[in-house]
């Protein structure tokens, strides 16, 4: 089945400064790789994803790009604010087939220090 | 707003207890879904079920059963609670698609003593 490491599992930035986490992961047939950010003591939501027919995307001061090649998959976030501060966890699925199989990686807490 | 409810919010058992977690959304989402978070290990898929009459295994369902007793309605239990299964349980919805964006309810803390 797939497997997604994701790292660091802590990451600590000044406010203002790029963050960036990376999530590999095992199935080349994994074509969808959502993004989701879980405030403290928050559901989780969903902040980006992105499809394997594209290698990058943007909205605002999130990014996520994609190699498929080297399977791996991240996230970028540009000048920090102190509400960045969160958990986020990627994920990565195959789109077709009658099974359901989106893996989450273990997430990483991000610290935005004011 | 169209929501995903859980409850209860918080629970506290013992061993050897029947436990029931209930999950119910207004989205009119046909899928649903049961994941369990533990700190350092993400979100595990449990179960999930596709529509009314479709339930399916996810990757941690050993020592878990579930109920779509609705669309709208969707339970997990617990027949005999052990301490490991402490964790935060979330229910998620999504529309008909394998890409569709999980909706997560608020989340169920229980605590298995």
């Known amino acids: 089945g797939e497997n997604v490491e994701q790292h660091p599992s802590t990451l600590s930035v000044q406010e203002g400064d790029s963050a960036v986490i990376k999530c590999t992961y095992s199935?080349?047939?994994?074509?969808?790789f959502p993004w989701y950010k879980q405030e403290l003591g928050k559901r989780p939501q969903l902040i980006i994803d992105?499809?394997?027919?594209?290698g990058e995307k943007k909205d605002q001061r999130i990014a996520v790009t994609l190699n498929k090649t080297a399977k791996h998959f991240s996230l970028h976030i540009t000048e920090t604010q102190p509400e960045d501060s969160a958990v986020y966890f990627c994920?990565?699925?195959?789109?077709?087939?009658?099974?359901?199989?989106?893996?989450f990686g273990k997430g990483t807490l991000l610290t935005v220090n004011p | 707003d169209a929501d995903v409810t859980q409850t209860p919010r918080n629970r506290i058992t013992k061993t050897g207890k029947r436990i029931m977690l209930e999950c119910s959304q207004t989205?009119?989402?046909?899928?649903m879904y049961w994941y369990r978070q533990d700190p350092g290990l993400g979100l595990r898929l449990i179960y999930y079920?596709?529509?009314?009459?479709?339930?399916n295994k996810g990757e941690i369902s050993d020592g878990y059963s579930v109920s779509r007793q609705a669309q709208a309605k969707f339970s997990l239990s617990l027949e005999s609670a052990i301490p490991n299964q402490t964790a935060l349980y979330f229910c998620?919805?999504?529309?008909?698609?394998?890409?569709?964006?999980?909706?997560f309810g608020e989340g169920s803390r229980l605590t298995v003593l």
């Open positions: 998620a919805t999504s529309e008909d698609t394998n890409t569709g964006e999980l909706f």
């Open positions: 199935d080349s047939a994994s074509n969808y």
């Open positions: 992105i499809r394997s027919n594209v």
């Open positions: 994920a990565a699925m195959m789109s077709g087939g009658s099974n359901y199989k989106l893996t």
């Open positions: 989205k009119g989402h046909d899928r």
């Open positions: 079920s596709f529509d009314v009459k479709d339930i």
